[in-house]
């Protein structure tokens, strides 16, 4: 059995510039069948999932008919970002420009959301153009929360400061930099409470630091430290546990709830707020961060969000729980799962078969989604722990009764994240024809 890729999504920058032309059947140039918000990991998968899922039913739809709204320049491969931070390939192995990627059936509309109205089944966008849809996907990405840390991001615009991170494809060479430049001193990595893409990569990146400091004669003089806002290294107590004694092995120190506040780049000195509400301070000759994230603002501010700012969908359908013709997916609903590539590759095919059962014969298929969800923690060159799970935080690993316990870090892995996942990602997943665990064997639903 094959596992999905872990870890990515589209990021939203600026207009792109090419003209947004119709192709599609209907009357209207501003109503689709099905729209997409969002041209990342999700939106990408699924709307070719959908296209494909008519044609095989001999229900072809027509060019055009399938419309994906992102006004992003570039499509972005993040879990890559971990590989550039740890010195293993060059960032722009993982950037494409967007536009590129949409086959000639789907059209590309270069703008963004900015507001849903689901009583009209409609969406307008930024310049004020009205898209209409008889079914809604969305699939925008989360917001990362760059200035919620006090001078994060002009330390991270410092090539000087020490500082930097592997959430950003502007910043993640920059953490190479740091890693393999130093010598000696405290390098601190932190994690923030609360809900982040790819929860596992803040201590990915740790590992490899520490393992290029052991091989490079450096481990004597350099201090790593882990101070992470959470509880424990992991939320499944199984890699948790064993992670831990990992890190007692390695004599990495560790700080739990612990939440980064703020950096004096300056004076090489960060602060850290306690459960109590009292602070602590820390010096670092190098400081790897990982923002604080959460629901973008215009979804939060809209009528599918739920309370906390997440779509608000059904855990098992992805359907929105209120408006029937509304499906979501990736780092946007409000899935208590780890927010990962490798759920979206597990989600993909069951809002396509809601989906497609919805628009054809007026009602859901049996179609489910489990939590499903996987984190290859790097935990050094060469080697890998393999993660998967599911709702409950619950194991749920393609491999163990052919290898073993996956708490095991293995070469094979590794090379899965190294050469393998961006391989797939790039052929595969953003394609449609990449389904998580079944690996390219579309999956059944009874």
């Known amino acids: 059995m094959i596992i999905g890729l872990v870890g990515s999504r589209a990021m939203l920058h600026a207009r792109a510039s090419t003209p947004f032309v119709r192709l599609a059947s209907t009357t209207s140039i501003d109503k689709f069948k099905v729209v997409v918000v969002g041209g990342g990991s999700g939106?990408?998968?699924v709307a070719n999932q959908i296209?494909?899922?008519?044609?095989?039913?001999?229900?072809?739809?027509?060019?055009?008919?399938?419309?994906?709204?992102?006004?992003?320049?570039?499509?972005?491969?993040?879990?890559?970002?971990?590989?550039?931070?740890?010195?293993?390939?060059?960032?722009?192995?993982?950037?494409?420009?967007?536009a590129s990627l949409f086959p000639s059936y789907i059209s590309h509309?270069?703008?963004?959301?900015?507001?849903?109205?689901?009583?009209?089944?409609?969406?307008?966008?930024?310049?004020?153009?009205?898209?209409?849809?008889?079914?809604?996907?969305?699939?925008?990405g989360l917001k990362i929360n760059w200035n919620a840390i006090a001078g994060l991001s002009q330390a991270l615009a410092d090539h000087k400061s020490g500082?930097?991170?592997?959430?950003?494809?502007?910043t993640c060479d920059k953490v190479w930099g740091d890693i393999s430049n130093l010598q000696s001193g405290?390098?601190?990595?932190?994690?923030?409470?609360?809900?982040?893409?790819?929860?596992?990569?803040?201590?990915k990146i740790m590992w490899m630091a520490w393992d290029h400091?052991?091989?490079?004669?450096?481990?004597?003089?350099?201090?790593v430290d882990f101070v992470t806002g959470m509880p424990s290294m992991f939320s499944v107590k199984k890699y948790s546990d064993a992670l831990n004694a990992l890190r007692i092995e390695r004599g990495i120190g560790a700080d739990f709830q612990h939440n980064l506040v703020s950096?004096?780049?300056?004076?090489?000195?960060?602060?850290?707020?306690k459960p109590d509400g009292t602070t602590v301070d820390r010096e670092y000759a190098i400081l790897h961060v990982t923002p604080p994230m959460g629901p973008l603002d215009f979804i939060k501010a809209s009528p599918i969000a739920d309370a906390t700012g997440w779509v608000d969908v059904d855990t098992s359908t992805l359907r929105h729980v209120k408006?029937?013709?509304?499906?979501?997916?990736?780092?946007c609903p409000s899935l208590p799962t780890s927010k990962t590539a490798a759920a979206i590759t597990s989600q993909a095919p069951v809002v396509t078969e809601n989906l497609f059962s919805l628009m054809t014969v007026g009602s859901l298929s049996n179609a489910r989604y489990d939590g499903y969800t996987s984190c290859p923690l790097l935990t050094g060159y060469g080697e890998l722990m393999l993660a998967e799970f599911k709702y409950g935080l619950e194991p749920k690993e393609s491999f163990a009764k052919y290898l073993g316990d996956q708490t095991a870090r293995r070469r094979l892995f590794y090379h899965f994240k190294k050469d393998l996942f961006p391989w797939a990602y790039w052929n595969r997943m953003i394609k449609g024809t990449w389904f998580g665990p079944s690996g390219p064997f579309r999956p059944h639903f009874d």
């Open 323 to 331: 408006y029937g013709n509304v499906f979501s997916l990736g780092d």
């Open 43 to 45: 939106g990408l998968a």
């Open 186 to 203: 405290n390098a601190i990595f932190t994690q923030p409470a609360g809900v982040i893409k790819c929860a596992g990569a803040p201590q």
């Open 109 to 140: 509309i270069p703008e963004n959301v900015a507001t849903f109205s689901p009583t009209t089944s409609s969406v307008t966008t930024s310049s004020g153009t009205k898209v209409g849809y008889e079914s809604l996907v969305v699939a925008a």
């Open 213 to 223: 400091y052991q091989k490079t004669g450096r481990g004597y003089d350099i201090k």
């Open 51 to 98: 296209y494909n899922r008519f044609k095989r039913a001999g229900k072809s739809l027509n060019p055009g008919d399938i419309a994906v709204l992102d006004a992003a320049e570039y499509h972005y491969y993040q879990p890559g970002w971990t590989l550039a931070g740890a010195g293993l390939r060059p960032k722009s192995d993982f950037q494409q420009p967007l």
């Open 163 to 170: 500082v930097s991170s592997i959430y950003s494809y502007d």
């Open 263 to 273: 950096i004096d780049a300056g004076s090489r000195r960060a602060t850290f707020k």
